[in-house]
């Protein structure tokens, strides 16, 4: 899985969009092929849960819908400045109130350089699910233009 992952991270550069989708049933091997990526490109992971939460905290509830764009795209610029960015945890940018498209979002990020996902959802007939349907963060995204890379 490694060496698809490292060849699909070579082969990106010439795409208008450098997003790889990381998807599978299983957490846990997802989680172990980011850690192992990571370690390969000598560089952690950005965990959104932890330091995107912290960057909104400090922001009143009535505006984080209108500031998350500019606190993840300085998160992300910050992160692994020299070398693809891996985002883990991303969770929270699916919170209801931010009112964000997840897809599009991660999509813009990956418009300049190599951007791979660990997501929290699954993959179903093309499309990338995030909750049930009824659940309030429920989203299903088309993947047109991202790179699916499932785990098995």
Not at 105 to 123: D, E, F, T, Y
Request: include cysteine; glycine fraction near 6%.
């Amino acid at each position: 899985m490694l060496a698809e992952l490292k060849q699909q991270i070579e082969g990106i550069s010439q795409r208008n969009c450098k997003l790889i989708v990381l998807v599978g049933n299983s957490p846990a091997l997802r989680g172990e092929l980011v850690d192992t990526l990571c370690q390969e490109l000598q560089s952690p992971a950005l965990v959104l849960g932890e330091r995107l939460g912290v960057r909104l905290a400090e922001i009143p509830l009535q505006q984080r819908a209108l500031n998350v764009g500019k606190a993840l795209r300085e998160l992300c610029t910050e992160s692994a400045p020299n070398s693809p960015l891996v985002l883990d945890k991303i969770e929270l940018l699916f919170d209801a109130s931010l009112q964000l498209n997840v897809l599009e979002i991660l999509k813009h990020q990956a418009m300049s350089r190599c951007v791979i996902v660990n997501w929290p959802g699954v993959w179903q007939s093309r499309h990338l699910v995030y909750a049930e349907i009824g659940h309030p963060e429920h989203r299903d995204y088309t993947a047109d233009g991202v790179v699916i890379q499932e785990i098995q």
